[in-house]
């Protein structure tokens, strides 16, 4: 009383949600039923026989659902169809014993399975579900479907179990099965249902369109898939199917062929001995006997007239009581009651003259075949065709079972008249040990079999049957008419192979068939379509977090506008400040530019008089003062220039205006100018100067050679201004990356000074020395590291240091360079043999454009010693008088010029049609200078303070130039 108390008490809430809510409970457990029959409809198409479960089942998502979105309504909806689909898929089965208890059982577990499913959400999640939160749906995911689903898959595949549906050996397959099944189901159908009727999620749910459309597209991918890799299944089952058929067939005829073939050495036996008695027989056969297996008996049927039959009877007698004193040779016939009796006078007697074994075919000796209706239409027609021939199928006289089988008889006909020699060799094959020793190691037990004999009436065709109910037997004998297949036969049979046996002039019919598509369960489809299935519905998961998020995020854009649009005019002052300062940048990075130019055109200006005159001093003076004095002039003057040449560099890398050039160079001839231009040096300061080459597979390049030659320029220069003593090696060779181009490693050791871990960390900054009194012990801008770091990163290269303060220093730098073609080797040493083959035209005149009188004093005086005819203009305007009045080989012409600058004078050059050689000879010396230059109608550019071979090479470049 107490624990019906206790039950009236508990389910009190449930009665009274019901009774208020009928109409709507009604609806919801007809929606529940119909769906969840209709979807496990559908889940127990693709189930996994012989188990009981499905690897997908979609009804469990939907009871999930339902129970989810109605509580306690959609739990009796839930039981009914369960129990509807239970009822059909054991009524399908053919299984009926266990009635209607075992399909509400099931039922049950299902229900208990929807409410763990309910409760669980409940005790972990709450009554409100967030889908746009990925933890909410991640532990939503695992309490339903990993969790809720253990119970029903674990109290169903009990309860198979109990009932005996499945064994011991198939509890855990099933049971993983059908949990991996209702898991995928809940996992697939729950965003379906929700994106469908988004009523059921109870709290919004986002973009049922786009989920739906998300779903559509991942489950059209998988159901693609799935039918492809089924198609390639399905061809590849069937073929393998037919080979292993085909495999069967051969092997059947093959065991027949053997079997007839010992007729052939039987009637040998006859005809070579006429005088054949039943030790010889015995002797001849024993073996061939011991070797089939399929042959019961071997025999000799002599073939004789009425009239000869009695002197037959006693030749063999004679002969079997001198083997065999034992044997009474008779010969015999049957009665309509089957019973042995001696035998009547015939126009034909084929009496069984000799048999072996002997023993256990005793009752056959002696009987007349010919005198059975069955043995004696076969006998005529091998006698007329003179073809094998057997019988239809029989049962043995001699057998005590029931085993069919089969007399083949070979007819032999003698010319000798020999009694013994005309008659048939004749072989008893057993069907049932044949068929066994062929059939039974087929590699498909399931699949069916069928051998028959067409010729033979009723039951008594069919030789051997295996997997076919006689039903499906009928099918099969009557589904062909020669070698075309009659009727709708594939709808019971998929895969069906049919073979003619030929035994001697006959033939047997075998059939293999199997009755479904598969001759083995697919696993790999159906792990592929649960593992597809499964990653199409987390990623309808994965689309419901997404539409959440995009709701979310629309709401807020929506909620931030009005903001937006109150801050806008802030953003409006802010960007036009920001404008304004960029603006401002713009114009301070422009000044700085332009005084960079302006500085170096106005320090170069005087650096090429300073350099020009103190060369001219060096090549006009004999005095050794003066020759010293003019000496260090010209180094102050290299050296300032070479600082003015640094900060040009820095400048141009710092403004991403660094141009680098490709070209064809020699290592060869690098490494010589580089020992050339330190060889001197190094002597003066009582060093050893070493330039060595390492492995090397050509010696000719394409890269930036100049920029190469400057980085290793600066760490030579380095290297030997900071060694008192000892020695500076410089080591270049190739080396080779993952990439297919070469790299070129420098590396450059001394002897010298050393450095400290601290001054190798600000090493490479610009404008930074390795301490203070390095600047003033040995001068420098503290550039030269910092351009040379820049100029290897530029090219893709690298520079790397390993020093010790008193140890010496070494550096090494590595770029990138490709192999020159054979082509391009053979431009460079035309291109080098043709400088050196050319002299300088002894009677060219050229036209000098400077405004600057040192300059024009300095390019007058180092031209005029190789005997060519100088002019000098003083501006732009100037020139373009003189062209006009003069001929000229080429110009030379300054930029900045008062009255007309460079530019505008060539350009007016160029209206006039005069399309001689002109070369800017300036102290602008940036990239965009030279462009300018080019620009302007200019053929070259030559930049100041330059070098006596610079200035010659230009005109010898210049001198074949044709004018207009």
């Known amino acids: 009383m107490q624990a019906t108390a206790f039950l009236a008490v508990k389910f009190m809430p449930v009665k009274r949600y019901f009774t208020r809510h009928y109409s709507l409970s009604l609806k919801v457990i007809l929606f529940t039923a119909l769906g969840y029959a209709a979807l ?123 009932y005996g549906v499945i064994n011991q050996s198939g509890l855990m397959s099933t049971w993983l099965s059908w949990w991996a099944g209702d898991a995928i189901g809940v996992i697939f159908v729950v965003p379906w249902l929700l994106a469908l009727f988004p009523r059921l999620a109870r709290t919004p749910f986002p973009r049922g369109r786009f989920v739906i459309a998300s779903l559509t597209g991942f489950s059209l991918s998988v159901l693609i898939l799935c039918a492809l890799a089924l198609n390639e299944e399905r061809s590849k089952q069937a073929i393998e199917f037919t080979n292993n058929a085909n495999t069967v067939a051969r092997d059947l005829d093959s065991s027949i062929s053997n079997a007839t073939s010992m007729l052939y050495s039987l009637a040998g036996l006859i005809r070579a001995e006429p005088e054949l008695n039943p030790e010889q027989f015995h002797l001849f056969t024993q073996q061939v006997l011991d070797q089939n297996p399929i042959l019961h008996a071997l025999s000799w049927n002599v073939r004789v007239t009425g009239i000869r039959v009695s002197e037959l009877q006693s030749l063999l007698r004679q002969r079997y009581a001198d083997a065999y004193s034992d044997t009474a040779f008779t010969i015999t016939q049957k009665d309509r009651s089957g019973d042995l009796i001696p035998y009547n006078t015939e126009d034909i007697h084929v009496v069984v003259s000799f048999i072996e074994p002997l023993q256990q075919n005793i009752k056959a000796l002696g009987y007349d075949v010919y005198s059975q209706s069955s043995r004696q239409e076969a006998l005529k027609i091998a006698w007329q065709t003179q073809q094998i021939y057997p019988t239809t199928p029989i049962t043995l006289v001699q057998e005590q079972g029931s085993q069919p089988g089969v007399l083949v008889f070979l007819p032999v006909q003698s010319t000798s008249g020999h009694l013994l020699q005309n008659g048939y060799a004749t072989a008893v094959i057993r069907i049932k040990t044949l068929t066994e020793l062929t059939f039974n190691n087929f590699a498909y037990p399931q699949v069916a079999m069928l051998l028959t004999d067409p010729l033979a009436n009723g039951e008594q065709g069919i030789l051997y049957s295996r997997n076919l109910t006689s039903e499906q037997q009928d099918i099969l004998l009557q589904a062909t008419t020669g070698s075309e297949w009659q009727g709708d036969i594939h709808e019971e049979f998929p895969i069906l192979k049919h073979y003619q046996i030929n035994l001697g002039s006959r033939s047997w019919s075998l059939y293999i068939a199997n009755k479904d598509v598969f001759i083995y369960q697919p696993w790999g489809v159906h792990l592929l379509l649960a593992s597809a299935t499964l990653f199409a519905g987390l990623l309808g998961w994965f689309m419901v977090i997404v539409a959440g998020y995009t709701d979310e995020i629309e709401f807020e854009v929506d909620k931030r506008t009005k903001e937006l649009s109150l801050t806008n005019q802030r953003l409006i002052l802010s960007e036009q400040k920001q404008t304004e300062a960029v603006a401002q940048a713009e114009q301070s990075n422009r000044a700085k530019s332009e005084f960079l130019a302006n500085m170096s055109h106005e320090i170069r200006t005087p650096m090429n008089a300073i350099l020009g005159l103190s060369q001219l001093g060096l090549k006009g003076t004999q005095d050794s003062q003066s020759l010293d004095r003019f000496k260090k002039i010209h180094q102050a003057g290299q050296l300032l220039l070479s600082i003015i040449n640094d900060i040009l560099d820095f400048s141009k890398i710092e403004a991403n ?112 020395q390795a301490d203070s009194s390095t600047s003033r012990i040995y001068g420098g801008s503290g550039l030269g590291m910092s351009i040379s770091q820049r100029l290897a990163t530029a090219m893709g290269g690298d520079i790397l240091v390993c020093s010790e303060p008193d140890e010496g220093s070494v550096f090494q730098f590595t770029v990138p360079v490709k192999f020159a073609t054979a082509a391009q080797q053979e431009r460079l040493l035309s291109a080098i043999d043709t400088p050196t083959s050319q002299t300088l035209p002894i009677s060219a005149n050229i036209l000098i454009v400077e405004d600057n009188p040192i300059n024009q004093e300095v390019i007058k005086e180092l031209l005029s010693t190789h005997g060519i005819q100088i002019t000098l203009a003083a501006n732009g305007q100037d020139a373009v008088d003189r062209v006009q009045r003069q001929t000229f080989d080429m110009v030379f012409m300054d930029i900045q010029m008062p009255v007309m600058d460079g530019y505008q004078a060539t350009r007016a050059i160029r209206k006039l049609g005069i399309t001689l050689p002109i070369i800017a000879l300036t102290a602008a010396a940036m990239v965009e200078d030279r462009q300018k230059a080019l620009a302007a109608g200019m053929n070259d550019h030559l930049s100041k303070p330059f070098k006596e071979p610079e200035l010659l090479a230009m005109i010898v470049k210049w001198q074949n130039f044709q004018g207009g």
């Open 657 to 768: 205006k660094l141009t680098l050039e490709s070209a064809v160079f020699s290592i060869r001839d690098m490494i010589g100018e580089l020992d050339d231009l330190f060889r001197e040096q190094a002597e003066e300061k009582g060093l050893r100067l070493s330039c060595r080459f390492g492995k090397f597979s050509q010696l000719y390049f394409v890269g930036d050679s100049l920029r190469i030659k400057q980085v290793a320029v600066n760490l030579l220069s380095n290297a030997i201004k900071f060694t008192h003593q000892g020695e500076v090696t410089l080591l270049v060779e190739e080396v080779h990356s993952n990439s297919a181009d070469p790299r070129l490693r420098w590396q450059i050791t001394d002897t010298g000074i050393g450095m400290s871990n601290e001054q190798q960390a600000v090493l490479f900054d610009a404008f930074t």
């Open 40 to 162: 496990g409809f559908v889940g127990q198409l693709i189930a996994v026989p012989p188990s009981f479960a499905t690897i997908i089942w979609p009804a469990s998502g939907l009871a999930l659902a339902t129970v989810l979105a109605f509580e306690y309504r959609a739990l009796p909806g839930i039981f009914l169809g369960s129990f509807g689909i239970a009822v059909y898929i054991r009524t399908t089965t053919g299984d009926g014993g266990v009635q209607l208890i075992f399909p509400a059982l099931l039922a049950v577990c299902s229900t208990l399975q929807a409410y763990a499913g309910l409760a669980l959400v409940r005790r972990f999640i709450g009554r409100t579900i967030v889908y746009r939160n990925p933890a909410v749906v991640l532990r939503l995911l695992f309490v339903t479907a990993i969790l809720s689903t253990l119970v029903g898959s674990a109290l169903s595949t009990f309860l198979l179990f109990e």
